[in-house]
Every structure is written in structure tokens, then in C-alpha cells.
């Protein structure tokens, strides 16, 4: 009986990689279901096999336990079946790869890897000091390649109103070893600062870095636009906006890129209260100052000179819809510009927080593929 409780809690929680997580912890449960899925995986595969001792309910332990063990595994699955046509497809979206030799989207090996620190040793840097007092600090990570190299912004998420630039730091480490500068920016934070500022914020990195070009071997015609949630709605609203022609790229991670329709469709509020997150940022209801949402909606600035665009969306996203990179998505096709969205089925927000899972391998290839193509 004991064996089969735990077998159908097991089947419960795999559930996650079909189904939208329904509550906060659910959905953090989510990310460790379908990006730790070997975990999961081999959990189930030792309740199996005590199925040898099993007295009652022995058969209905069984079939609950590979029904689980059948869903852990799925994202795998559909992370191979996806790897087999990323190169192909991103190829088409924005041209010639120039990759190194080796990198692969897929590698089951890489399911064993574990890393979530910075393993090039960044630097903490002030790079503004507004005449309010606000001092803005960034970490760069150098390039470990010799001579000026491209930089890539990296925008962190947490609503507007939290988180920093330490999120996330394996990513930064990676493109570093990739051979580009990395600055993990902070910025601005809601309610007391709100839209634009925090774009103003990323003005002001690409300004410290020409002034400092020499210093830090910066190639100051090159710059790439990286942001995670918020971050890529900062990100692609600066990259859509600023009509600075050293900006080659845009990376966006799930992000709201339509603003106005967004508020429309607030989260379960079991998860977050999204309007009030968004009112904190923009300053008010959409009833209050409709005209503020649709100015930092990067969806209507997207035009036939906005930069290639990458976007990384799940299904199973219940933050931020996935059907915000669908609507942008029909916006770049509409106006002829270069772009891709990897859209993986099983995903949610914040997946990529292990970079060797099913979704973090594929969007780290896409990152690597997409910095080839534009910086050349």
C-alpha cells in the first residue's frame, strides 16, 4: 500500500511536465520536474523495482509507476526530437552558424552536469550614478578570447521590483568561454523608478562601455541584448526603441512583449497578482494610463529596422503566457524581420535555471547559435 501511495504521488508530480502548475510552489515544483527529470526519473525507477516484494496492490503500483516514469522522461524526449531540427531551422531563420566544432544542441551526457555559479570570475562595476543618488552596479564577465570583443547585456527578471545581477550566472560564465564580454546589468527597480527608466539603465551600460572600450576590450559596434522575463521585456523594448545601429541582437527568455494585452490576462493569483506587478512598473491601471502600456509594449515598436530577434518561450509558462512570443512572432514575420522562437512544449517559466536540463541545453544552443549569426 505504502508503495503504491508513493508511486501515485510520484505520478502526480509528473503531471508538471504535461500540465500548468495551478499554485507558487507547484510551479517551482515544475522547473525541478522538467529540467531535473533524471532525478524524478530514477526515484520511480527504485519504487519499481520493490515491486518485487509487493504484496498488495502490486499490479497498481506497477502501471501508476510507469506511467510516471513514462512522463519524467518525456521531456527528454521531446528536447531530442526538437534538437534534431534546431540547427536546420535556426539556419533558415538567420543564415550561416559559425560555430565551433562540436557543439551540439542535444547531448544526454550533459543530463549528469551540474553548474549555477560564475567559473571565469566576474567583476562588480559601477557604471552610473544619476543626479537623484542612484548608483547602478554591473558584473562583467571577460571575454576569454584575446583582443575587442562583442558584449552581450544581460537584463535580470523579478517583476521589475526585485532580483539582481547575480541571477543565473552559469549562462554568463558560458557565453564568456563563448568568447564575448558579458554584463549582468542591475537596474532601476519598481515602484519607486518606473518604464522607462530601467531602458534608460541599459542606455547608460552601452554608454560606460564606450567610454571604458579600451579598458574592458570591448568591440563597441557590437552589442546583444539578453533578458530574462522582465528583463526581456526591458530588453526588447530598448533593442525595439533606442535605434542604436550597434545593437546586432535581441535575446528574450519569456517575456511579455504586448503589455496592454497582458494586463487583460492577469496570472491565477494563487501564482502572482500580475496587474498589481505591472501597475507598479508602468504607474497605475491600464484604466489609469492606458497610453503607458502601450508605450513600453515592445510589440508596437517592432518595425522592419528592430534588430534579429531570439525568442525562448514555454507552453507550460503560467507567469508569463507563452502566447506573448506568438503574438511577437507574428509581428517580426509581418514586418520582415529576422527572428526565431524555440518553443518548447513542456516548459515553464524560469526552466533554463539548469543549464544541462531538457530546455536549458536547447536554449543554450539557440544563445550560442543566434551570438554567432549576428556578431559574426
Keep these: 500500500m505504502i508503495r503504491l501511495i508513493i508511486l501515485s504521488i510520484l505520478l502526480l508530480l509528473s503531471l508538471l511536465s504535461v500540465m500548468r502548475a495551478q499554485a507558487y510552489y507547484l510551479w517551482l515544483m515544475a522547473i525541478a520536474v522538467t529540467e531535473f527529470p533524471l532525478i524524478f526519473a530514477g526515484g520511480t ?5 520493490t515491486g518485487f516484494w509487493a504484496g498488495k496492490y502490486q499490479w497498481a503500483g506497477t502501471l501508476v509507476g510507469f506511467i510516471a516514469l513514462i512522463l519524467f522522461l518525456s521531456p527528454i524526449l521531446r528536447s531530442y526530437l526538437i534538437s534534431r531540427r534546431l540547427e536546420k531551422d535556426m539556419r533558415a531563420a538567420f543564415g550561416q552558424v559559425y560555430l565551433k566544432n562540436g557543439v551540439e544542441p542535444f547531448s544526454f551526457s550533459k ?55 547575480k541571477q543565473l550566472a552559469d549562462l554568463n560564465s558560458y557565453m564568456a568561454k563563448m568568447g564575448y ?6 537596474y532601476r527597480l519598481a515602484p519607486k523608478y518606473q518604464t522607462p527608466a530601467p531602458v534608460e539603465d541599459i542606455k547608460s551600460a552601452m554608454s560606460f562601455f564606450r567610454t571604458h572600450a579600451d579598458e574592458f576590450h570591448i568591440d563597441t559596434s557590437q552589442f546583444v541584448l539578453l533578458g530574462r522575463s522582465a528583463g526581456a521585456q526591458i530588453a526588447l523594448l530598448a533593442a525595439y526603441t ?37 501597475g507598479d512598473y508602468v504607474g497605475g491601471t491600464f484604466a489609469q494610463v492606458p497610453q503607458k502600456y502601450r508605450d513600453c509594449s515592445p510589440l508596437f515598436f517592432a518595425g522592419p529596422a528592430s534588430p534579429p530577434t531570439l525568442m525562448i518561450h514555454g507552453v507550460n509558462d503560467v507567469l508569463v503566457t ?26 515553464t517559466h524560469g526552466f533554463d535555471f539548469n ?7 536547447l536554449s ?12 559574426k
Design 111 to 165: 543530463f549528469f552536469w551540474l553548474n549555477f555559479k560564475d567559473t571565469v570570475g566576474s567583476k562588480t562595476l559601477t557604471y552610473v550614478t544619476y543626479n537623484d543618488g542612484a548608483t547602478l552596479k554591473l558584473d562583467f564577465f571577460p571575454a576569454q578570447t584575446a583582443g575587442k570583443r562583442p558584449c552581450v547585456i544581460v537584463v535580470h527578471g523579478g517583476s521589475w521590483s526585485s532580483g539582481d545581477s
Design 242 to 278: 533606442l535605434h542604436d545601429k550597434s545593437i546586432k541582437g535581441v535575446i528574450e527568455f519569456y517575456g511579455p512583449a504586448d503589455m496592454v494585452w497582458g494586463y487583460s490576462i492577469p496570472s491565477d493569483p494563487l501564482i502572482m497578482d500580475s496587474r498589481k506587478v505591472m
Design 45 to 49: 525507477i527504485v519504487m519499481l523495482a
Design 181 to 186: 564580454n558579458v554584463a549582468a546589468i542591475n
Design 322 to 347: 507563452y502566447l506573448h512570443a506568438a503574438k511577437l512572432s507574428t509581428k517580426l514575420e509581418e514586418e520582415h524581420v529576422k527572428h526565431y522562437w524555440l518553443r518548447l512544449p513542456w516548459a
Design 364 to 375: 543554450t544552443y539557440a544563445v550560442e547559435n543566434f551570438l554567432s549569426t549576428v556578431t
Design 355 to 361: 543549464l544541462y536540463g531538457p530546455g536549458g541545453q
